[in-house]
């Protein structure tokens, strides 16, 4: 949609004049969605595992911690950009099967790792797999979904994250007490075969494109110049504040509510991973219909939603960490959950307005970098070092003073919106080519 961003508009739009309808479109989704949330429980079988993987191997807590974070978020981050370029300019369906394989194989190799080098290289084929996936699928929706419902085809997608979580952790957690960690491994590298055959027959051929010449550029100089746009770079520091709000969110919420209120380990998990779920499914679907209508009727305010969402949170959540009972605490919490969800069909559809077409999985592997870089490394680290300052300083419950990064940051993630709203503002038009 912006000329200095978008190459070779012209080409690509000959290549795209069909979209999916129907029941071909309904199956196409339905697998992304299922590949999607694979990706999530291979991503996090091992945080649930944990334990059983430090007993068997003979682990220090710093080895299991270096296992499932560095090599996978290190890894992670050095692929997003070179495979969504390949989806940019190759054929996204045969990154997206090639890299939900290469995940499978590699978590099911994983269950027959004998010593941590192993372990290790099995995550970086992981990270590898994962990386592709989001990019690639993105690019589909791109390719083969009317402009005027792909806010909802984000939305469903999206739902594979929450809902991959809450079965990596309950499945995952189940089969790891009764059958052990390993045989949890081999059983989500099984369904990642059987989920690659199902994209091989669903998803249709996406033949490479071929911009004119002269419009071929270096991956990093094309994401670099994505970036120098002020829109688009308003919306990557947008998505660098989610990441500091969602991860400690979801990583800190039980042991708030074990602290403070007095949860069961059980109790903790089963309401934290059941709200999950339910305002997974909520917030994605009601934030890709509202991305829909809103990019439909070219109003001036489509990022203004999500903003208001966001102002509200950071006034529950802030709330939520200082009332005196536990199930208003919980209650309070609810806004955050949904945002979360909400946001991510209107952060990625509107950076692939931005980008143009040609650029939308460049877009969201950028996306990807923002949220999934600064606020996982930094932000877990935040939450500790107050929480650990305020205890020492004999302060009541010194983790609900570290919870408050999360506040903040939902309002700077509100605000952030709010800015790259007015930017990206002139650039919309309304898409009436639904059938």
């Known amino acids: 949609m912006t000329g200095n961003t ?103 190799l994983g269950g027959l790792s004998a ?33 005027g419902r792909r806010g909802l085809a984000l939305g469903i997608f999206s739902m594979g994250i929450p809902l991959g979580a809450m079965v990596g952790f309950a499945v995952g957690g189940a089969i790891g007490d009764t059958l052990g960690w390993r045989v949890a491994l081999f059983g989500a590298g099984a369904m990642g075969g059987l989920l690659t055959l199902l994209a091989t027959f669903v998803v249709e051929p996406t033949p490479p494109l071929k911009p004119m010449a002269g419009n071929v550029e270096p991956f990093l100089q094309s994401s670099l110049k994505l970036l120098s746009s ?33 949860f069961t380990a059980t109790e903790a998990g089963l309401v934290i991973g059941s709200l999950q779920g339910l305002m997974g499914i909520v917030g994605s679907l009601l934030g890709g219909r509202g991305l829909d209508r809103a990019v439909r009727s070219g109003t001036k305010r ?49 950076a692939h307005l931005v980008a143009g077409k040609g650029k939308e999985a460049m877009a969201s592997s950028l996306g990807l970098i923002g949220s999934s870089l600064l606020g996982p490394a930094l932000g877990p680290l935040f939450v ?11 302060m009541p419950n010194g983790l609900r003073f570290g919870l408050l990064i999360v506040p903040i940051a939902c309002s700077l993630s509100g605000i952030t919106c709010l800015i790259a709203n007015q930017r990206i503002a002139a650039l919309l038009k309304p898409v009436r080519n639904i059938r």
């Not at 504040?241 to 919420?253: L, R």
Request: hydrophobic share 55%; glycine share 6%; proline share 7%.
């Open 384 to 394: 500790g070092m107050i929480s650990d300052a305020a205890t020492a300083a004999q």
């Open 302 to 350: 489509l990022l203004l939603p999500p903003a208001v969402l966001f102002l509200i949170t950071t006034v529950t959540t802030t709330a939520a960490l200082f009332v005196p009972t536990g199930w208003m605490s919980v209650l309070l919490l609810v806004p955050g959950m949904l945002s979360f969800a909400f946001i991510l069909p209107w952060v990625f559809g509107t």
């Open 6 to 108: 978008a190459p070779s508009n012209s080409q690509l739009e000959e290549i795209d004049i069909e979209y999916m309808q129907g029941w071909r479109q309904a199956a196409l989704l339905f697998a992304l969605f299922l590949i999607n949330a694979l990706a999530q429980i291979d991503r996090i079988l091992p945080f649930i595992l944990f334990e059983s993987i430090k007993a068997d191997l003979s682990l220090t807590d710093t080895q299991v911690s270096l296992i499932i974070g560095v090599p996978f978020a290190a890894c992670f981050t050095l692929f997003l950009l070179p495979l969504a370029r390949a989806s940019d300019r190759g054929s996204p369906r045969f990154i997206l099967t090639s890299c939900i394989l290469c995940c499978s194989v590699m978590t099911a």
């Open 230 to 262: 002020p829109t688009f770079r308003w919306l990557f520091i947008t998505a660098t504040a989610i990441g500091f709000a969602t991860v400690p969110f979801y990583i800190f919420c039980a042991p708030f509510l074990i602290r403070t209120h007095g």
């Open 115 to 147: 010593s941590l080098v192993f372990l290790v290289l099995t995550r970086f084929g992981v990270a590898f797999g994962v990386a592709g996936c989001t990019p690639s699928g993105h690019k589909l929706i791109a390719r083969k979904i009317n402009p």
